[in-house]
């Protein structure tokens, strides 16, 4: 059976809350806390959970792996992270928190007894053979979570190939950014005059008012966005354009899966899927990007 085009995407939509409970979840702050993280916002936090496996990230790379991040947002955080905590402390912290989530959360739903669990282990066992299948040369977010150990149990082994899987994906995201000539900054407005996410979700990213309009002169001058900084037909396609190429990038690993799997797989993790949706962690809107992405029209 051939892959369809649409299938990558719809793995993504499986997979990226499945991962992104790491950054909302109660236990996952609890553990931060514990290291000594301000848990005040998300983002001392954030930047320790996704730099952990380079180890002692510098802001240099943090920045150029967490592009769409204002370089001066990064560097409030990093490298003063392993000043509160060592990279391998992060590491075995952030999979606690994710541990104890899900163990809550599987619990509360019946996921893990019997059949449940049976589905889980199969589940694990799809997903680690497509994050394994997942190149990673140019890939450096993916490629420093592919080197990190499995974990046994399937609730884990599901996060860590979702994290891997997404973090395959979101490297070559920048790949298609960057094909596009969207730097960090314009990245952002792009995609926020399309009206797919709110300019008041980005602020977290940490540009200034006068850095994000000086991204928005830019594109306005190439066409990509109106007076108004609406996205006008030009800049519609440009960021159509960015994720097709999305989608071709993130397609490897469901190839080598092949169609049948992939599908048996996203079955799967359906129950779970709409168990981790439905536990209210993730603000409406924002900038997961799951509902909020248009698919391209090929």
Do not use: K
């Amino acid at each position: 059976m051939p892959l369809d085009r649409a299938l990558p995407r719809r793995a993504w939509h499986h997979l990226e809350p499945l991962h992104a409970v790491l950054y909302y979840a109660p236990e996952a702050f609890a553990e931060a806390a514990a290291l000594g993280y301000d848990t005040a916002t998300r983002w001392p936090s954030y930047f320790a959970w996704r730099t952990a496996p380079f180890g002692a990230a510098s802001a240099e790379l943090a920045a150029a792996v967490c592009y769409s991040f204002s370089p001066a947002a990064v560097a409030e955080h990093v490298p003063a992270a392993w000043s509160v905590a060592a990279p391998e402390e992060v590491l075995a912290a952030r999979l606690r928190g994710v541990d104890a989530f899900y163990r809550g959360l599987l619990d509360g739903a019946a996921l893990l007894d019997g059949t449940g669990l049976t589905d889980l282990r199969e589940a694990a066992e799809l997903a680690r053979a497509a994050a394994g299948s997942a190149v990673t040369a140019g890939r450096p977010l993916a490629a420093a979570n592919a080197a990190l150990p499995w974990p046994d149990e399937p609730h884990l082994a599901i996060w860590h190939a979702a994290t891997v899987l997404r973090e395959h994906r979101g490297d070559g995201h920048l790949t298609a950014l960057q094909a596009a000539g969207l730097d960090p900054c314009e990245s952002l407005v792009s995609l926020a005059a399309t009206g797919a996410v709110a300019v008041p979700d980005f602020a977290g990213r940490g540009w200034t008012g006068e850095e994000w309009a000086a991204a928005t002169e830019r594109l306005a001058a190439r066409g990509w966005v109106d007076a108004g900084g609406r996205a006008t037909e030009t800049g519609r396609a440009g960021r159509n354009e960015v994720e097709r190429l999305t989608d071709e990038l993130a397609a490897a690993p469901w190839e080598a899966l092949g169609a049948e799997r992939t599908e048996r797989l996203l079955g799967l993790l359906g129950p779970l899927f709409l168990t981790v949706v439905r536990a209210g962690l993730f603000p409406p809107g924002g900038t997961l990007g799951i509902m909020t992405v248009p698919a391209p029209t090929w």
